[in-house]
């Protein structure tokens, strides 16, 4: 019905559109029309005045400048400039943002009745509660200039955009130099073949900073993720039941973003869920990128006295629940220097190990009735370094049957021969003592002691890492 019209008017404005969005544009101006005053969408009655003043200056804009995408349409009313650029850059994808009830409905059935599948609705406000991954944000509203711009601030990165349609007169509000943005486009024009002055600007961030919220709404859901503020939820009481015992489900918690941003990018095929505490806020691009990438199903959103249960590290950083390998017995074979870790405390055992990867020594064997490799303390004092070596299961240090290895044993002991001395083989198995007691007599074993003063030992940690240091020197060039 309006189609002849509008192809008319926007060719005046040198935009050739296809037959299939010239339709579109037509339906939606009849949804506009038929919807205007039940949903309160414009003020405008004269239907060439809405050709000009809606669907042209939303779309005269694409002549100008290039269109970001994704694009968030701050404030999109009746989806001004939103559905028009959705549907003439079909390639392209849209945020539309609008708070107002009735609007929201008329945007959803514009939406399903266009079947614009690259337009997306925030039925909401955009606050500092909000976040986008956007490449650039446009509006129409007639908030100001800086109460946009600082909206934008906390979700924008660098080098990202804000595109204000104004009109003519807005000198007053338009700002020159700002602390976060550069003005990039002061452009003054008018709409072909008509009076209607108006005016670009275009900002660009200039400064990295950015801030995520996590949170969960008073209704107990959270825009992020599943919301979870009971000790009674059931997916709860089984991460409360791995963080009491990771071995038993070969699953344990990782905290810390470095390490967790290491497994996301080496080892996504362990990673299950992330858990992010109520109140938590990130300001790391890369971090807040790398956790879009997981479906909500995937992302957990707790309650921080929750939370608290189950880091258990107080590192006060997003976890994650990791799968880990079922570790398997060691058959007696030696794999270049092999270091077994008799250690009963988890921190001492992912300090050793994280030691050993770091002078590469890959083939870790952990004595049985000591600390699990994959506690949750062990993994952050590994620095991740658990996830990069081969660790099996060995028996108690009283069960070690000597006969049966075929390289040499080299047991640290305050009573041995000076490591400093000692020539290391190419092929050996070195074991500390246990925190406290030391070492039990182990027959056949190659005693070495590292020299100290003043101090009465060593921390067994510690002494782990002087040997494999002792043994790197001599045999970097070696491979394992």
Partial sequence: MHEQKISQFLKKSAHQLSHEAVQQLSLFLKLLIQYNESHDLTRIKDIDEIIIKHFVDSLYISSLIDIPSPLLDIGTGAGFPGIPLAIVHRNNFFILAESRHKRVEFLTIVKNELHLDNVELYPHLVTQKSFFNVNGVITRAVESIEDTLHRCRHFLTKGKFVIFMKGPAVDEEKIEKHDDYSLVVDKHYTLPDTKYQRRLIVYKKVTDEIKKLYYIHKDGTSPEGIAITSSENKRFKEFKKIAENPKKYNTTFVSGKKIIKELIDTKPQLCKY???????????????????????????????????????????????????????????????????????????????????VAFSVTHIIVCENAAYPFHQRAVRASAGAVFHCTIEKGPALHMLDTRTVPCPILALDMEGKHIYNYKFPQKAILLPGTEGPGLPAIDNAVKLSIPIHTVESLNAAVAVSIALYEWHKQNKNIEN
Wanted: net charge negative; glycine share 4%.
């Fill in 274 to 356: 992330v858990i992010i505490y109520d109140g938590y806020t990130e300001s790391d691009p890369d971090f807040i990128h790398l956790i879009s990438k997981f479906s909500k199903q995937r992302i957990i959103i707790l309650k921080k006295s929750l939370f608290n249960e189950i880091d258990i590290t107080e590192a006060d950083q997003p976890v994650m629940v990791v799968q880990v390998p079922a570790l398997t017995q060691w058959d007696y074979t030696c794999r270049g220097l092999s270091l077994m870790i008799p250690f009963q405390d988890p921190v001492n055992m992912g300090a050793a190990i994280r030691s050993a």
